[in-house]
């Protein structure tokens, strides 16, 4: 008989907070069982495989990261949204790694439930970046850009990669408004290329 309490979303909220501790690559079922105090079979009740453990991760964790992102980022534009959607992505990314992990990958094709919490994020970016009046042929690579620094950014901070003696917060700055320089400057001529 299933632990009362326990049921689905229970053990995917565990499991989301359990792969920040150590890692959505190191969560497994039995460390999972463990921290809900229930023997690894019991789990099956509630979910049917790990693989469909880290999928309830990730769409839960796309959830709360959209709406990480959009509540820092309403009622801003141009550059202002792009510094509060940063710090609030460098923030959530840095505090919850196990499920920022879940957040990177895109949904698997037919995935419909994990395709809707990915297009609110990406609505997030979108929306962000529309204050900066970039021509269609710009907003896809815009979005590319920003959201492949911040990724490198908080992934090479998270692991310890940064350790020469200058302040990381004026680092992170600096590429936030190198970027937004970018955004707001006319692209080069291979840039609008289709």
């Known amino acids: 008989m299933p632990r009362a309490g326990l049921d689905t979303s229970a053990v995917v909220a565990a499991g989301a907070a359990l792969a920040d501790e ?7 079922m039995g460390l999972l069982a463990d921290r809900l105090g229930v023997r690894p079979p019991s789990l099956y009740k509630h979910v049917g ?17 959209a709406h990480h992102l959009a509540r820092a980022s309403v009622g801003r534009s141009g550059p202002d949204a ?10 959530w990314a840095l505090e919850h790694p196990g499920r920022y ?12 439930e994990e395709r809707r ?4 994020a990406l609505q997030v970016l979108l929306d962000v970046l529309a204050g900066f009046g970039l021509p269609d042929a710009r907003v896809v690579d815009s979005a590319r850009a920003l959201r492949s620094a911040l990724h490198g950014f908080v992934t090479l901070e ?3 990669g940064f350790q020469m003696p200058r302040d990381v917060e004026r680092s992170f700055h600096f ?4 970027l937004i320089a970018g955004f707001q400057a006319d692209p080069p001529d291979h840039a609008s290329e289709g």
């Open 117 to 120: 919490v990915s297009e609110a």
């Open 22 to 28: 150590v890692g959505l690559a190191g969560l497994t």
């Open 49 to 65: 495989s790990l693989d469909e453990l880290r999928h309830g991760i990730s769409v839960q964790a796309k959830g709360e990261f």
């Open 158 to 160: 998270g692991s310890g």
């Open 101 to 112: 992990a879940a957040t990177v990958p895109a949904p698997a094709a037919g995935d419909e």
């Open 175 to 178: 590429l936030v408004d190198t």
């Open 82 to 91: 792009v510094r509060a959607f940063a710090d609030s992505y460098r923030h």
